[in-house]
């Protein structure tokens, strides 16, 4: 059974730095694409941010890019998003989502699978 677990989300300052992680099992984590997307409060969802399997591709939302940061450790099967220069408009619940075979990191709409979030309020 797949599952996958965000934690690391608080309540932070503007300017503040935060960590988030997803957890899974019950899958070849090394063997997917994964995303992280998020939802701001009346809005619809938005893709954040991708990677690829090794790690070594990976691609932001023009919103986020230059300050968020995916990576991911295969080992341990974990996807994180690490957040610096968090701004209020960043204030949203935060999902990791796996990506199916051959499909595209952005088409979150055709995810397979997703965490159940976690939240990340950011005051000014």
């Known amino acids: 059974q797949v599952h996958l677990v965000e934690s690391g989300g608080d309540l932070v300052q503007a300017g503040g730095s935060l960590r988030l992680s997803c957890v899974t099992s019950?899958?070849?984590?090394?063997?997917?694409?994964m995303s992280w997307v998020r939802q701001a409060p009346g809005k619809g969802p938005e893709w954040v941010s991708g990677?690829?399997?090794?790690?070594?591709?990976?691609w932001y939302a023009d919103s986020v890019k230059g300050r968020f940061t995916i990576s991911r450790d295969n080992a341990k099967n974990t996807l994180y998003l690490e957040m610096k220069s968090l701004k209020p408009e960043d204030t949203a619940h935060y999902y990791c989502?796996?990506?199916?075979?051959?499909?595209?990191?952005?088409?979150?709409?055709?995810?397979?699978?997703w965490g159940q979030g976690t939240q990340v309020t950011v005051t000014s």
């Open positions: 989502a796996r990506v199916p075979w051959g499909g595209d990191v952005k088409e979150k709409e055709k995810y397979d699978y």
């Open positions: 019950g899958f070849v984590f090394s063997s997917y694409y």
């Open positions: 990677i690829n399997t090794s790690g070594a591709n990976t």
